[in-house]
């Protein structure tokens, strides 16, 4: 036990509840949602997910936000698109968060023109 966070096997409840955390929280899930479907506070929840991921949730949900943004537009989704599927507001949020978090433009990122 450190910091009063215990750490599990591979396996073990507590790594399960890990996968609920980033699945809940790439869904778009908000923080305390996500805390009281697995009945802890919200604190609780910042602890665990910088023990596992080593930030909070609220650069979790938007970094799994941004990967799946990412995925959508090297597969050649168009950017529009990608942003209304990843749950953007609209594509210059897409954009400022690409450009934030990737350092470049979502043009950089974009598959469809693969093969031409």
């Not at 929280?25 to 596992?52: I, V």
């Not at 954009?95 to 023109?113: C, D, F, H, N, T």
Request: hydrophobic share 50%; net charge positive; glycine share 12%.
């Amino acid at each position: 036990m450190l910091l009063g966070l215990t750490f599990a096997l591979p396996g073990e409840p507590a790594e399960q509840a890990v996968r609920v955390v980033a699945a809940q929280l790439g869904a778009g899930a908000s923080a305390a949602a996500t805390a009281e479907r697995l009945g802890w506070t919200e604190r609780s929840l910042h602890r665990r997910c910088l023990a596992a991921f080593g930030y909070g949730p609220a650069v979790l949900r938007r970094v799994l936000r941004f990967r799946r943004a990412a995925l959508l537009l090297y597969d050649g989704v168009p950017i529009a698109d990608a942003a209304a599927e990843a749950g953007y507001a609209d594509q210059p949020h897409l954009s400022r968060e690409v450009k934030a978090l990737a350092g470049v433009a979502p043009s950089r990122i974009y598959g469809g023109q693969r093969g031409a």
